[in-house]
């Protein structure tokens, strides 16, 4: 089985009729202490040298009105005051000089720490167990915006829901990660989204059947069409 079809068979039950959504950390809103490497800005590397407060990052995709799923690769080095994974708005902080769980210091955004810890609103409360330090582990993440939920998977093992409400918020809502430990990665692997419509679903089959661009300009289509196919690709 391909590494694709293993991504694929990973995602929830709620994601089976969906797509690839290509989004990525965003390298114009993120701390000064967050590095991007790869091809895509896929991973994010916290605190190169040394660490003296808390840094985030949030992700290039708008996630109200839509349903999305999300997978984060953490490498080994699982420690300190808190590694956090949510979604916020652009108000939420993505830098503090302090040591702090960021995500969910407000009501401007909604986190889960390594510590099993859920925060929101400057709550927290018990969600699961503690992740084990310097332990790589993969934590997935659904967006409901119908269902106005988010819900947590370590991998591949749903939590549960573990927010409620979200689709009640009016702001623009992102994916965001922080961290307070010194050169820790998260790497985004898998991002995904489900359709929106019948013509949606006909374009993912195109996309996945081409090569490139050049492909589609020879398919036998109005430009318009062409265009549209066009957007899709990553």
Same mark, same amino acid.
């Given at each position: 089985m391909s590494k694709k079809k293993n991504m694929v068979s990973r995602i929830p039950t709620q994601m089976k009729h969906s797509c690839e959504d290509p989004w990525t950390w965003n390298k114009h809103d993120k701390s000064h202490e967050v590095k991007l490497y790869g091809s895509l800005n896929q991973t994010a590397h916290f605190h190169p040298n040394w660490s003296n407060g808390t840094a985030g990052i949030r992700g290039t995709r708008v996630l109200n009105y839509g349903t999305y799923y999300w997978e984060i690769n953490i490498s080994q080095r699982i420690f300190g005051t808190s590694m956090m994974f949510g979604v916020g708005t652009k108000r939420a902080r993505i830098h &503090? $000089?302090?040591?702090?769980?960021m995500l969910g210091e407000d009501n401007q955004s909604w986190g889960l720490s390594h510590k099993g810890l859920l925060w929101h609103n400057g709550k927290w409360k018990h969600y699961t167990k503690p992740f084990r330090e310097n332990e790589a582990t993969t934590v997935g993440i659904l967006f409901d915006w119908r269902q106005g939920t988010l819900t947590y998977f370590k991998d591949g093992v749903s939590l549960g829901v573990a927010f409620t409400g979200l689709n009640r918020t009016e702001e623009d809502i992102f994916p965001i990660i922080s961290s307070?430990?010194?050169k820790t990665e998260m790497t985004l692997t898998v991002?995904?989204?489900?359709? &929106? $419509?019948l013509q949606d679903?006909?374009?993912?089959?195109?996309?996945?059947?081409?090569?490139?661009?050049?492909?589609?300009?020879?398919?036998?289509?109005p430009n318009r069409i062409k265009t549209f196919l066009k957007d899709a690709l990553p």
């Open positions: &503090v $000089d302090a040591f702090v769980n307070t430990a010194a991002t995904r989204r489900s359709f &929106v $419509d679903r006909c374009r993912d089959i195109i996309i996945n059947n081409v090569q490139d661009e050049n492909e589609i300009d020879d398919l036998p289509l």
